[in-house]
């Protein structure tokens, strides 16, 4: 089938790279040329385990380009995945869909006959009912462009498997009524042939048991929303839980592990540490806080905000007890942040509690050196008066504490034997309880864990997919 993808960002060019590996023909457009000339050539622009083989074999087999020309689209294809970013506002908590706009001005009007536009991006409830009203206004009188959103579930550092082997497909239909109203709820499915179409391109994945979900627009677009919110109250459970068991002295990964085992509850999802960061998580739960307001529903998701606030403050708990580890100062003190990216398998460092922590660390006097395998690129240009290393022991050079920011395997791998000489005190704290506490303590190392008296073995890694072993090449495991 011929697919266009708009917008070859992280999610889009994913998903152009996938779609064609399924065997369809795809052209990807994005406004951006540096990205599309990179992504033409065969390079992937960001950091993405299996991407880039995806994306070189099937340019080759001449099944996928990329393009600035958003003329191509109409040329190209009949189905036009919209896959552009919306990112939190710069100054507000919603999400701003400007992008999402900015392309379906510019595809619509030059569609003619029948055309499927199948939105992935994450947007606010409600968005496709108003998208539509826009696409009724700009489309040419030969054009029958149909609307339909089917979110996309993937994380980073496995956005491929995810994609090509997810674990469900959503898909939103609707239509508007003479009156501009939405008949979606009513009959979602009446006159659509979204359905058919998503069938046929997912045909391979469908026949391996993954169900599709069809419904509404509003329901597609709220299923991603809540999934993220959920996700993320997940974690900030455990790291309030990680809270009382600072004060109390109990262990939290033993508590995570016993209230995992009752699947109703299950271990994933259940680590505590540094919170959550990245352009998902963070963003996603303040858009929904935003809208439910603006639907006149503070209330309903209000514990969101509480949510929001647990996580940031796990990164001035971190901060807290590196000064702890010092003695209270950490003026002039040597400090090595392991780790820039908000997730190992990534070079993504936005809202990275990592480098939330290494500047508060700089700002209050510290001389702070990074290290993060894959993410220093994106670091200097965010944080650029930061120092950064060219290996995890160069930043501990002459350390006075080292702080484990983003759980990368060769950290959690690394000894103590490895730094003996190196640092200039034997002092580690542990941001994601991802190390092996009596390993450094009996090599004499001052160990403190965030979230509580340091566990008796490092953190379980219950999620395959998260396990911290079975790394990238590019990851370097010591
Ligand atoms: C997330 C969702 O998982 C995905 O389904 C959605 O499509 C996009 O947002 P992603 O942002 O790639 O994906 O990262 P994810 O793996 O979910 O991790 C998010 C953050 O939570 C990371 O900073 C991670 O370190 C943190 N985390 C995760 C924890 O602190 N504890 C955990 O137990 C799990």
């Known amino acids: 089938m011929k697919l266009t993808v708009i917008g070859c960002g992280y999610l889009g060019a994913t998903h152009a790279a996938c779609m064609a590996e399924l065997g369809h023909d795809v052209v990807g457009i994005d406004v951006d040329a540096y990205k599309i000339e990179r992504l033409q050539a065969g390079e992937v622009p960001f950091f993405e385990p299996g991407l880039s083989d995806i994306l070189r074999r099937n340019i080759d087999a001449g099944r996928l380009r990329f393009t600035t020309d958003h003329l191509a689209a109409a040329d ?15 100054r507000g908590h919603r999400a701003d869909l400007s992008h999402v706009y900015a392309a379906v001005d510019a595809l619509v009007p030059t569609l003619r006959g029948a055309h499927l536009i199948i939105g992935k991006s994450t947007v606010p409830v409600g968005t496709c009912a108003e998208l539509a009203q826009r696409i009724s206004l700009l ?7 149909e609307l339909s959103w089917s979110p996309e579930f993937l994380r980073e550092g496995f956005a491929v498997e995810d ?21 979606a709820a009513q009959d979602p499915g009446a006159g659509s042939s979204a359905g058919e179409v998503v069938r046929e391109i997912y045909r391979e994945i469908l026949e391996t048991g993954v169900p599709l979900i069809e419904t509404d627009w509003a329901t597609a677009e709220l299923v991603k929303a809540s999934a993220n919110a959920f996700l993320a109250t997940k974690i900030s459970f455990i790291n309030a839980i990680s809270e009382l068991c600072e004060i109390a002295g109990a262990d939290i990964n033993t508590l995570a592990d016993a209230i995992g085992h009752d699947p109703r509850i299950g271990r994933r999802f259940l680590n505590a540490g540094l919170g959550f960061g990245g352009g998902c998580l963070p963003k996603d739960i303040r858009a929904l806080t935003a809208r439910a307001d603006d639907m006149g529903a503070p209330r309903a998701v209000g514990f969101l905000r509480e949510v929001d606030a647990i996580n940031m403050r796990r990164r001035g708990a971190a901060v807290e007890l590196v000064f702890e580890a010092l003695g209270g100062e950490v003026l002039g003190r040597n400090i090595a942040v392991l780790g820039a990216a908000f997730k190992p398998e990534s070079d993504d460092v936005r809202d990275s509690p990592a480098l939330t922590v290494a500047s508060r660390l700089a700002l209050e006097g510290a001389s702070v050196t990074v290290f993060d395998p894959k993410a220093m690129d994106n670091s200097r240009r965010v944080y650029p008066s930061l120092d950064y290393a060219s290996s995890a022991r160069d930043a501990c050079d002459r350390a006075d504490v080292v702080v484990i920011a983003t759980e990368w395997a060769e950290f959690v791998h690394m000894t103590p034997e490895e730094l003996e000489g190196v640092v200039r005190a034997r002092r580690i704290v542990d941001g994601r309880r991802c190390l092996d506490p009596q390993m450094w303590r009996d090599a004499g190392w001052d160990y403190r864990a965030l979230g509580g008296p340091a566990p008796t073995r490092p953190a379980p890694r219950n999620n395959p997919s998260e396990q911290v ?6 990851a370097s495991v010591r």
């Open 469 to 474: 072993s079975g790394f990238a090449p590019g």
């Open 76 to 90: 190209h294809a009949s189905v036009h995945f919209l896959g552009v970013g919306t990112p939190q506002e710069p």
């Open 163 to 183: 994609t090509l082997e997810p674990d469900r497909l959503v898909l939103g239909i609707g239509s508007l009524d003479p009156d501009g109203l939405n008949t």
């Open 139 to 145: 489309s040419h009188s030969g054009a029958d462009v």
